[in-house]
């Protein structure tokens, strides 16, 4: 597993992140959890990513994760890099929402509780909300590292106006911010506009989720929407109506220039993802250990040949 510093930062993170959006919550099987973590551990994955309102049910993805580390990994915790984050909707009522600096203590003794940890290593600010002002969040962060409670502090999916705010009123008070976490992938490339530009100018790190884009950039859609996928189901982030004959055409192409590289198309999207040198790590979710272990396989293959970029860029256009 390669590592790479994050941003202006001594500390490394591993080119493939663990996150545990999906599969880890109380309506999943726990030992295929336990075994995928364990997997991704010993094969140097190094981070693992959560938040307060993963599930089903909400909180359940960290009280699972708190459960699992106690058993299997207490005594690797300066081993292991653990990011939680808080801002969207977590509980009813009029603080369990949003990015107040209310929401953001509230959650974070919380999602400390859930996990049976002291400390977390990285502690996000979710999104921006489009209300609190960026200075109440951002102060909230820094007194939340100032209290021992996250070593780094990050934001995820600020536009790059607040983006930039959020950085400048971090520096000017002493905690810098280590990490931006993005979706950004072969068919999602909006941070290319400014965000990635923006992270590197003021030394953040930055982290994608949403590489293989929710399954699309996988053999799994190449002859359509298969019966149970997360597509025919419609129930998540992923829609049917996303699955289009256009997207399907370029993901066919896309893997067929992956099969000469000798990887699925799942993993050249992850190594294309990296590509940047920008960008320091993916985060990929996985609902099995064999699922896990194909797609760790990508940091086999990083390096891409130019024609083979301009070929990639042809079919994206």
Request: proline share 3%; hydrophobic share 35%; charged share 20%.
């Amino acid at each position: 597993m390669p590592y790479k510093y994050c941003g202006n930062s001594g500390l490394l993170l591993p080119s493939i992140s663990l996150g545990l959006w999906h599969n880890f919550g109380d309506a999943d099987d726990q030992i295929v959890a336990r075994d995928m973590l364990i997997y991704a551990f010993d094969h140097g994955i190094t981070h693992f990513d959560l938040a307060n309102n993963y599930g089903p049910a909400p909180g359940s993805a960290e009280s699972n994760f708190g459960r699992i580390f106690k058993e299997c990994f207490n005594s690797y915790r300066d081993e292991i890099i653990i990011s939680s984050k808080a801002g969207h909707e977590m509980w009813q009522g009029p603080y369990g929402n949003g990015s107040s600096r209310k929401n953001l203590m509230a959650s974070i003794d919380q999602s400390l509780r859930r996990t049976r940890l002291e400390y977390f290593d990285i502690f996000y600010s979710h999104r921006y909300d489009g209300i609190t002002p960026v200075e109440e969040t951002m102060q909230a962060l820094v007194d939340i590292v100032h209290q021992g409670k996250a070593l780094y502090i990050g934001i995820s999916k600020y536009p790059v106006e607040k983006q930039i705010e959020a950085y400048k009123y971090l520096s000017n008070h002493g905690v810098r911010c280590l990490i931006s976490q993005y979706c950004y992938n072969m068919l999602d490339r909006k941070i290319e506009g400014g965000n990635l530009e923006a992270a590197d100018s003021y030394g953040s790190g930055v982290i994608a989720f949403s590489p293989l884009a929710q399954g699309l950039l996988t053999d799994r859609y190449l002859k359509g929407i298969p019966q149970n996928s997360r597509a025919a189901r419609s129930t998540g982030f992923l829609q049917r109506s996303a699955v289009t004959p256009e997207v399907i055409a370029k993901a066919i192409s896309l893997n067929e220039i992956a099969k000469r590289r000798g990887q699925t198309l799942a993993q050249m999207a992850l190594a294309w993802t990296l590509r940047d040198r920008r960008m320091t790590s993916v985060i990929i979710g996985s609902s099995s250990v064999q699922q896990l272990a194909d797609n760790i396989k990508s940091v086999e293959n990083l390096d891409f040949q130019s024609e083979e970029l301009e070929a990639i860029e042809d079919i994206l256009k």
